[in-house]
């Protein structure tokens, strides 16, 4: 069967004249400034491009017609975007995907060492020199690699990043395409990447390949092209730096570069094996052209112009994120709080709140070093804390107007309404955007450090790094700036603490000896707690300046500090030893002393109402079984034998208890309530370890006796539903009392 005739699914690269004619019309539609280049690489995946051209107009001049063109606004911008049929193999990964960006190491590290790293490149406006000599940006993207292996290897990367993502979703994303093509558009954006080395040469010195290339970049839909792609059975890579000669039916071997020649070959290959197989799309047996068919020809939106280049970057990237910061295509936690902090960044740029390099370094885009105020003698970490504390700024503004914008981008409660949770999602954008400057991220509810009172928006000193870390032994409010927005991340950064992810059983490390030992359970308000005892503050401060001294040496493991905050070279500082030297007990406020509580009031035979807090405990001991004893309630536990029990054991209180008729005159004081509250807690310790003592003792006793288990199978289970349920209560308790802590 002659190639001439052969027809099938998968279309050939159009006639170069009809190519041109599109050329030239989309470069004639008002609003596109991209450049010519761009087009005349991504043509030939056009599919009956003279059907987008209207008529021309009184001047000869055709464009493209109206329905073919869209303009797209977003927060940090608008731009132009063609709707074109283009061949389903056409495409490129992109690196810059804010769902895979976290595998690369960021610029805004100023530790990253060129040539060593596995980096991501920093991408900017692409800009040529008009003919005045002036140099201007265009609609395109710009970037450069060291060579064509690191160009295929970016893309390689991002594909199986993307695969791990991919095993999340419900269904087979591959087969659905297979069966019902593709329903949902992508968004492309054109990119030229240049290489840093000169190419390969064959035996005359002639260039193996080109030291340039165009792709068109999935802004929107990354996974659909990744598929796709692996259904025809090519790259990424491929379709960007050069197909393989073999993938196209060739004996020889070599790599073929141009779309137009390799598309053609290619598609010619596809029609020829769709002719000659049957339909069958099993993934081990069917032949690759019916399983491509229904993506032979896919709907695309290419980006072909805006008002705005120097901000094409964010303005792309802004248009994905909202699809990806839900459900079902979540990003993970650190990419879904870096995308709402550069969507935060991205609205401030383009409401000119912030320039654009600043928004750059910010975002990770660039490095610490080309902001204005950086000096050539700044520290790693003093650079890292830079950039740190102006995006605290950036997130909680004292600024009204940026206030406003925030609440607007992220679907906020007004400024003076703030919740928890809201300052909590902003705490975790500033956190893992920090982390970008760090070797590796960490969770970013590390961040959640803050109290509702922070609403108003984070003044800071303006001291530089070595000034607060010097003063910080006598200077207060130096030592409680950095404990407040530096420690939680240095700390984070050396794996020194994590955040409390709700398991009962704690954390495990590793202690001195090589054993692995529980770590007992802690919010990361509580180790900041900690550092601020007042008889730990030099080793606090010890402690913070080793942090940042570890960091100026390359990352290197800190040491431990003494008792007075001198270094112990040799002996490491590990997560043990740091919940040993700052343990979970300590806070800076005292304890305050015992009050009595006031005297009760005197018993009544009046019929008495029933409060709807003892409504509440009276149901649970009616639909609840006993447990170990007949009591209830928090204050409901064995004393210790040969100690006074805190608080005294109380009966079981009835289903409808009695109150005096007359109400008390008023609720009570804030003062009595925090008095009973810490009688309350008190008496859930000491119960809680009175019950413990005494279940060891009762396993004891049955493990020295021939009798039966001393507890049925319904007792052990009523226990066990009992200390669960008051588990979960008190698990909600911690939070709520911080929030209500006055700042220190």
């Not at 029609?271 to 000659?276: D, K, M």
């Not at 420690?487 to 050396?494: E, N, T, Y």
């Not at 309630?633 to 208890?657: E, K, M, N």
């Not at 000491?686 to 004891?700: A, D, Q, V, Y």
């Amino acid at each position: 069967m002659s190639e001439a005739v052969i027809k099938g699914p998968f279309p050939l690269p159009a006639p170069k004249e009809d190519q041109e004619d599109w050329i030239e019309a989309v470069l004639a539609t008002d609003g596109v400034n991209l450049p010519r280049g761009a087009l005349e690489n991504v043509a030939p995946f056009i599919a009956a491009p003279g059907e987008m051209i209207g008529p021309p107009d009184s001047d000869g001049v055709r464009r493209l017609k109206g329905g073919t063109v869209r303009r797209i606004r977003t927060d940090a911008g608008e731009m132009l975007v063609a709707v074109v049929r283009m061949h389903g193999v056409g495409g490129v990964l992109w690196s810059h995907n804010e769902r895979i960006s976290s595998i690369w190491r960021s610029v805004a590290d100023p530790t990253v060492a060129h040539g060593t790293e596995k980096t991501l490149a920093s991408v900017r406006p692409w800009s040529c020199i008009d003919d005045d000599g002036r140099e201007h940006s265009l609609a395109a993207l710009e970037t450069s690699v060291p060579n064509r292996q690191a160009l295929i290897m970016d893309a390689e990367d991002a594909a199986d990043a993307l695969l791990k993502y991919d095993r999340l979703r419900k269904y087979d994303l591959g087969e659905d395409l297979v069966l019902n093509g593709q329903q949902e558009p992508g968004m492309y954006v054109p990119q030229y990447i240049r290489l840093q080395d000169n190419p390969e040469v064959d035996g005359d010195g002639n260039p193996l390949y080109p030291d340039a290339y165009w792709g068109w970049m999935a802004v929107r839909g990354n996974n659909r092209t990744q598929k796709r792609q692996s259904i025809f059975r090519l790259s990424s890579g491929e379709v960007l730096a050069g197909v393989p000669a073999e993938k196209l039916g060739r004996t020889e071997g070599g790599v073929v570069c141009d779309p137009q020649v390799w598309l053609a070959e290619f598609s010619h290959l596809l029609n020829r094996e769709f002719a000659e197989s049957d339909e069958d799309l099993d993934p081990k047996t069917g032949a690759r052209a019916h399983r491509a068919a229904a993506i032979a020809i896919v709907e695309a939106h290419l980006v072909i112009g805006t008002p705005t280049p120097q901000r094409l970057y964010r303005i792309v990237q802004m248009s994905n994120r909202r699809d990806h910061v839900n459900p079902p295509l979540e990003f993970d936690a650190v990419g879904r709080s870096r995308a709402l902090g550069r969507g935060v960044l991205g609205m401030y740029v383009a409401r000119q709140l912030m320039d654009e390099k600043t928004a750059e370094v910010l975002s990770g885009l660039a490095p610490i070093r080309e902001l204005p105020d950086i000096s050539s003698d700044m520290s790693v970490s003093e650079l890292r804390d830079r950039r740190s504390m102006a995006l605290l700024r950036a997130l909680f503004p004292v600024d009204p107007l940026k206030r406003h914008l925030l609440q607007r981008a992220l679907s906020e409660n007004p400024p003076s309404q703030l919740k928890a949770s809201e300052i909590h999602q902003r705490a975790r954008a500033w956190s893992a955007l920090t982390s970008e400057s760090y070797p590796k991220p960490w969770n970013p509810r590390i961040g959640e450090i803050f109290t509702t009172k922070i609403r108003d928006g984070v003044v800071l000193s303006g001291r530089r790094l070595p000034d607060l870390l010097a003063a910080a032994n006598t200077d207060n409010e130096a030592f409680e700036e950095l404990v407040s927005y530096r420690a939680a991340h240095w700390l984070a950064s050396f794996a020194l603490v994590e955040p409390d992810r709700g398991s009962l059983d704690g954390q495990e490390a590793i202690d001195d000896a090589g054993g692995r030992v529980a770590r007992e359970r802690r919010t990361v308000t509580n180790v900041l707690q900690a550092l601020r005892h007042e008889k730990k503050r030099m080793m606090a401060v010890g402690v913070l300046r080793e942090l940042a001294a570890a960091m100026d040496d390359g990352d290197r493991s800190p040491w431990r500090v003494s008792s007075n905050g001198t270094q112990l070279p040799g002996r490491a500082m590990t997560p043990v030893w740091f919940d040993m030297e700052f343990p979970k007990e300590m806070g800076t406020r005292p304890r305050r002393a015992p009050v009595p509580p006031p005297a009760a009031p005197p018993a009544t035979s009046a019929p008495r109402a029933t409060t709807p807090a003892r409504e509440q405990v009276g149901a649970r001991a009616e639909t609840e079984p006993p447990a170990l004893t007949g009591a209830t309630g928090p204050a409901a536990v064995l004393p210790a034998q040969g100690a006074p029990a805190a608080i005294p054991a109380q009966p079981a209180i009835p289903a409808q208890p009695a109150i005096p008729a007359s109400p008390p005159p008023g609720p009570p004081a804030p003062d009595a309530l925090m008095v009973r509250i810490e009688e309350l807690i008190h008496g859930v310790s000491e119960g809680s370890t009175e019950i413990r003592r005494l279940l060891h003792e009762l396993k004891n006793r049955a493990d020295g006796a021939a009798a039966s288990p001393p507890l049925t199978r319904g007792r052990a289970d009523a226990a066990v539903r009992r200390i669960n349920q008051t588990v979960a209560r008190l698990r909600e308790l911690p939070e709520l009392v911080e929030t209500m802590a006055e700042s220190e």
